[in-house]
C-alpha cells in the first residue's frame, strides 16, 4: 500500500467509556489528518457523531440529511 485514501470504522466506540471513545475518535482524526484520507465512522452515539463536521443519518436504509 503506497497510500492510505480511505478510513472506515464501524461502531469503533461501542462498548468504550465517553472519555475512551473520545481519545478513540481524536486519534483516527489524527490518522486521517495525516494521511490526507477520508474517515467514515458509523456510530450509534450521537456525542461520537457529534465530534465530526459532516454527519448523515440512515433510516429505513436512506439517508435523511
Known amino acids: 500500500v503506497d ?6 470504522a464501524d ?7 465517553e472519555q ?7 486519534l483516527l482524526r ?5 494521511a490526507g484520507a477520508m474517515l467514515i465512522c458509523v456510530t450509534h452515539s450521537p ?3 457529534g465530534m465530526f463536521q459532516i454527519r448523515r443519518q440512515l433510516r429505513a436504509g436512506k439517508f435523511v440529511n
Open 11 to 17: 461502531e469503533q466506540t461501542g462498548s468504550l467509556d
Open 30 to 34: 489524527e490518522d486521517q489528518s495525516r
Open 3 to 8: 497510500r492510505i485514501v480511505m478510513l472506515l
Open 20 to 26: 475512551n471513545a473520545r481519545s478513540i475518535l481524536e
Open 47 to 49: 456525542t461520537s457523531a
